[in-house]
């Protein structure tokens, strides 16, 4: 158990729609970083906070939104969605602001099925 | 832009024997290297990590050689177990502007007894 929650776990909806996936980080880490990993394919980074603040973007959507809160926990945010959307997206945890400090700790992922 | 290029996709060996993993990357602003290890619907974690300062670092039976002049760097398993069937994920981190980790596709090895 890496200490990182992810919720829901599977999620089914239809195109069009939007959903919200949640993550709760490890006990006193500061930066949550939100992954997308679709069939076969590598782990395509989309956005980093820190202590409730955007750090870094990757090629996330402009349909696709995140926001940390004051409690660390973080949501994102998927709307109009599309069947390319389907992926299993993960939550990563880390105390450092950086991304090359250590080891980012990855929840177990929420897969989203858009048909 | 940044990119990590991972070869091969897939690899397949006899228990006992090793396995190689290679990555190249683009930019020579690179300072981190970490290897990721997902066992089938389990989450990435991670299983050693290697700095720009270090040529090479081993951990019982894996290690990792970097050779910045040519920007590439590999895995190495050896006397390889069942166990060690997994997607292997090397990755790459920029220290310059909106630094940022970027995976490789990932290389699914296959342990056969």
């Known amino acids: 158990d890496s200490g990182v929650t992810q919720t829901p776990k599977h999620l089914i909806t239809a195109t069009g729609q939007r959903v919200t996936l949640r993550c709760s980080p490890r006990?006193?880490?500061?930066?949550v970083y939100w992954y997308q990993q679709s069939l076969d394919q590598g782990l395509q980074f989309l956005i980093q906070?820190?202590?409730?603040?955007?750090?870094a973007k990757g090629n996330i959507l402009e349909r696709f939104s995140a926001q940390q809160f004051p409690d660390l926990h973080s949501e994102l945010n998927l709307s109009s969605l599309e069947l390319g959307d389907s992926a299993l997206y993960f939550c990563?945890?880390?105390?450092?602001?950086?991304?090359?400090?250590?080891?980012?700790?990855f929840g177990e992922g929420s897969r989203l099925t858009v048909l | 832009g940044e990119n990590v290029e991972q070869h091969p996709s897939t690899l397949s060996v006899q228990e006992g024997d090793s396995a190689v993993i290679k990555c190249t990357y683009s930019?020579?602003?690179?300072?981190?290297f970490p290897w990721y290890k997902q066992e089938l619907g389990k989450r990435p974690q991670l299983i050693i990590d290697?700095?720009?300062?270090?040529g090479e670092k081993k951990d019982q039976r894996i290690a990792v050689t970097l050779n910045k002049t040519a920007k590439h760097f590999s895995l190495h398993i050896t006397e390889t177990q069942p166990e060690d069937s997994a997607v292997y994920f090397c990755?790459?981190?920029?220290?310059?502007?909106?630094?940022?980790?970027?995976f490789g596709q990932g290389t699914r090895l296959t342990i056969n007894p």
């Open positions: 990563a945890s880390s105390v450092a602001p950086r991304q090359d400090t250590g080891e980012l700790f």
């Open positions: 006990s006193g880490d500061l930066s």
């Open positions: 906070y820190y202590n409730g603040e955007e750090r």
């Open positions: 930019d020579s602003a690179s300072n981190y």
């Open positions: 290697i700095r720009s300062n270090v």
């Open positions: 990755a790459a981190s920029w220290d310059k502007g909106a630094q940022k980790l970027v």
